[in-house]
């Protein structure tokens, strides 16, 4: 980690990557046999802060073609993360003022207000998304919006995208999420996020055709089961230690 710090590099970077190694873990687009190397990763961020993720994925270069939409709802969010990536990413970044789109054959990062969804949803480069991401931030929304994003990503994505999610459950709203029956869950366990507080998981599906909301109650049934209290056992041994 020292090393990493010497050369400039911070902690949520680390973090950004480790989303990346597992995004792509689990996209068929990363498994799929005959799959052209040239074909463009398609990724919807909602909420995305100042473009954190979005940055790595481009220095890291682990996709050879990537075109890459941020949605975000906060005014401060929308214009701090247009003036970070344009300065660290240059001319890949566009945004609803500049009146142009990409070209579907660039790459590029494309900055969305959610105030203006509706102008631009049924454009060529807000559909067939492979990935959908969302972490540390639907925790912070009401329940009508947390919906409407979720039925977003599940217009959005492909057949046999994923969605990739983590968010708190002890956060400011203590609940459960409502998925689309047809969102096959891939994993649920706490991850590199739940250090945070102690219901954070990590989540992945993948859309599909079939009802899976039999196969989604099984998963959240050995999460609550195993995860959490596994961990509440290691914070009472610890407790007993000390």
């Not at 873990?25 to 046999?33: D, Q």
């Not at 409407?148 to 459960?176: E, H, Q, T, V």
């Not at 859309?207 to 049934?221: N, P, T, W």
């Amino acid at each position: 980690m020292q090393l990493l710090v010497e050369k400039g590099w911070r902690n949520f970077d680390v973090m950004s990557v480790i989303d990346l190694m597992l995004i792509e873990a689990f996209s068929p687009k990363t498994r799929s046999v005959g799959t052209d190397a040239k074909e463009p990763w398609h990724i919807l961020e909602v909420g995305g802060g100042f473009g954190r993720l979005t940055e790595m994925a481009f220095l890291t270069k682990r996709f050879e073609k990537l075109q890459y939409v941020m949605i975000d709802a906060v005014p401060v969010s929308v214009a701090y993360s247009t003036q970070y990536l344009k300065k660290r990413l240059g001319d890949l970044v566009y945004t609803v003022d500049d009146g142009k789109l990409p070209d579907k054959d660039e790459n590029y990062v494309f900055i969305l207000p959610s105030w203006r969804i509706n102008e631009y949803r049924d454009l060529p480069f807000m559909k067939d998304f492979d990935v959908c991401v969302n972490f540390d931030s639907f925790q912070e929304m009401d329940e009508r919006n947390v919906t409407n994003y979720i039925r977003l990503f599940d217009d959005k994505l492909k057949p046999g995208g994923i969605a990739y999610l983590s968010n708190s459950r002890d956060w400011k709203y203590k609940r459960k999420y409502n998925y689309p029956k047809t969102w096959q869950p891939l994993l649920k366990q706490r991850g590199p996020r739940s250090y945070y507080t102690r219901n954070h998981p990590l989540e992945v599906f993948s859309k599909r055709f079939d009802d899976f909301s039999g196969q989604q109650r099984v998963r959240d049934f050995f999460y609550e089961v195993m995860d959490l209290r596994n961990w509440d056992m290691v914070k009472a041994a610890d407790k007993v230690k000390k």
